[in-house]
């Protein structure tokens, strides 16, 4: 098994090596991805190849209609397209919020056949949630490697003020223009590269939770994103510097990230513990009406806080568990309920515990747990040893100038010790922290983070 990425003459990229007999089902990879240089002027042989239509309502705000919008419309009239612009004026940031996804609806006619999104995160999850109520296909038209959600079916949407996630659907076409991607700002490059390095703790948890509970874990996932990721790590120069070379590396770990969503139909090869942590702080931090750092900076720094709990687990002695004291050290499942609604609301809090039923564990299932993480101690060792060094990994967001703190993040402290505690329980997904928790051993490697709740 060896996955291999390669691009044809119409720059779409092809990857074979995908063959997989894990227990996860896979699905094919059935959309077009193109990456290259130069690619806006093809756009409408591309969209002709896939036959969408003729008749379209092109999505982008300002700077993205600057970038490249204004460009791809010209393209698209000059070969026989009808096209309506929806560019979305405002005085800040868009924002993905109800007033941007109203005006992209009632820019949808009767006649539209398909809907383009030219920009990134917002623009394309506002166009994202439209083409899935339309039941419209769309095409995304990335203008920065800030986000691993170009081939994401799912949009995170401002609704009433409030962060939430709807099922939405992936573009059928996502064309990465080299030239385009590298007019973005240094910061949303480091964004990008932060959501990026978060896929080594998302494997390590993946593979935990194979050791530990008999998860299928797919190795042509991990191949694909570990590969993308260590090319990132050894040519960070490259991708500070805005080369091609380095934009394409870059773009293609953050696409390669979203195919395996595709192949398997889940995050489970691309996001965990650190991005529920980060998910968490934009939560609350929207909600308090405070302005988040962009989604893969957060992401970037919550690695950084817990990678650490990693290398120390790794020289954990679990010999010294006494499984007396931590059965009588349990959490009462009223506790548990009041903690959840306590960390995500009223709402959010029974939601979760809704989805999740089997997170309350009974103490039998803890104490299988316990003895499997005690017998397997060596190969949880070795998941923890295949990470690279810490010092690796703050070395690259350095040479980005990335934001390195959730004090330069303007996280509140509250907010962060909080977050540490109740990232792991955002859903069932198997991480170290749940594995810390089982272990008794969560309030002595959160020291540093206290939270008491009684
Ligand atoms: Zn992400
Ligand atoms: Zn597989």
Redesign the pocket.
């Known amino acids: 098994m060896s996955v291999k990425v390669s691009y044809d003459q119409d720059c779409r990229m092809t990857i074979t090596g995908v063959d997989?007999?894990?227990g996860?089902e896979?699905h094919a990879i059935d959309k077009d991805i193109y990456i290259g240089k130069d690619l806006l002027p093809r756009i409408p042989e591309y969209i002709r190849k896939r036959g969408l239509g003729t008749n379209c309502v092109l999505v982008a705000d300002d700077n993205t209609w600057r970038v490249a919008g204004e460009r791809v419309e010209e393209a698209l009239t000059e070969s026989g397209f009808t096209v309506v612009p929806c560019v979305i004026h405002r005085e800040g940031d868009m924002l993905p919020d109800d007033l941007s996804c109203g005006e992209v609806l009632l820019s949808i006619t009767r006649e539209t056949e398909f809907l383009i999104a030219v920009g990134s995160g917002t623009v394309t999850d506002t166009t994202r949630i439209n083409a899935e109520r339309t039941k419209l296909p769309f095409v995304s038209v990335g203008t920065a490697p800030s986000m691993d959600g170009y081939a994401s079916a799912v949009a995170p949407l401002l609704h009433r003020g409030l962060k939430i996630q709807r099922p939405a659907v992936c573009p059928e076409i996502i064309v990465c223009d080299l030239d385009v991607l590298a007019t973005a700002p240094l910061s949303m490059i480091a964004s990008g590269v932060g959501d990026v390095l978060g896929k080594y703790i998302a494997k390590a948890d993946w593979q935990l939770g194979e050791i530990i509970n008999g998860e299928s874990c797919?190795?042509?996932?991990v191949e694909m994103v570990t590969g993308a990721v260590n090319v990132l790590v050894d040519n960070v120069d490259e991708i500070a510097a805005k080369t091609e070379k380095g934009m394409r590396i870059l773009i293609e770990a953050l696409l390669l990230a979203g195919v395996t969503i595709m192949i398997?139909d889940n995050t489970r090869a691309v996001a965990s513990i650190e991005h529920n942590i980060a998910q968490y702080w934009e939560m609350i931090m929207v909600q308090k009406g405070l302005e988040p750092p962009m989604h893969g900076a957060s992401v970037g720094v919550s690695t950084l806080l817990v990678w650490p709990m990693f290398e120390r687990f790794a020289k954990e002695d679990l010999s010294r568990l006494d499984l007396e004291n931590i059965k009588s050290r349990r959490i009462s499942r009223e506790k548990r309920e009041r903690w959840m609604r306590h960390s995500y609301g009223e709402e959010g809090g029974s939601q979760i515990m809704r989805e999740n039923p089997g997170d309350f564990l009974t103490w039998e299932e803890q104490e299988r747990r316990i003895r499997t993480a005690q017998a397997r101690f060596d190969e949880i060792k070795a998941v923890i040893a295949a990470m690279p060094p810490l010092e690796r990994i703050k070395a690259v967001m350095t040479t980005l100038h990335a934001e390195m703190t959730p004090g330069e993040e303007h996280i509140p402290d509250d907010l962060l010790r909080r977050s540490m505690h109740c990232g792991k329980d955002y859903r069932t997904r198997y991480t170290l922290f749940k594995l810390i928790d089982e272990c008794g051993l969560l309030e002595e490697y959160l020291a540093d983070y206290p939270y008491p709740f009684e």
């Not at 797919?218 to 996932?221: A, G, S």
């Open positions: 997989c007999d894990c996860c896979h797919c190795p042509v996932c398997i």
